[in-house]
């Protein structure tokens, strides 16, 4: 079985909550990702920042990206897999929550993100495509 582990990126780096929208925007673009985990002070998941969060939350209401904090933009609970599901898991979560991408978490520790990318590449070509419908919907 394949599972989160086997087609995560590891060593997803995280944007520290208290960190501004400017510092998360600033490393987004040295590793060349579009999200980045937040977490929290006690090294906890908060959520995800992506690069649309910075523009329709941050700069696209006037805001300025140096004064606003990472931790602002984090969700009420952070939608994860955990690094031993497997790829039906994995789908039914990026589904279900209509996302793209997903911590990777083992216990309480992240390891490494999944993308939709990931997962379509895992999946029999029937799934992929329901995956990609799927969320792009609404």
Not at 13 to 33: N, R
Not at 65 to 92: H, M, N, R, W, Y
Not at 98 to 104: A, D, E, G, Q, Y
Not at 125 to 132: E, F, S
Request: hydrophobic letters at 45%; proline letters at 4%.
């Amino acid at each position: 079985m394949t599972t989160a582990r086997d087609i995560m990126t590891p060593g997803a780096e995280c944007a520290g909550a208290e960190e501004t929208v400017m510092q998360a925007a600033a490393k987004l673009t040295e590793l060349d990702v579009g999200a980045l985990p937040i977490c929290g002070t006690d090294n906890r998941l908060k959520g995800v920042i992506t690069d649309r969060d910075i523009v329709v939350k941050v700069l696209g209401k006037g805001k300025d990206p140096s004064k606003v904090l990472v931790g602002e933009l984090a969700q009420s609970e952070a939608v994860t897999i955990g690094a031993d599901d497997g790829v039906d898991e994995i789908f039914a979560t990026l589904t279900s929550h209509k996302v793209r991408r997903l911590p990777v978490i083992d216990g309480h520790s992240l390891v490494g993100m999944v993308a939709l990318a990931d997962a379509a590449r895992a999946l029999s070509d029937p799934k992929a495509g329901q995956l990609l419908e799927a969320l792009s919907t609404d």
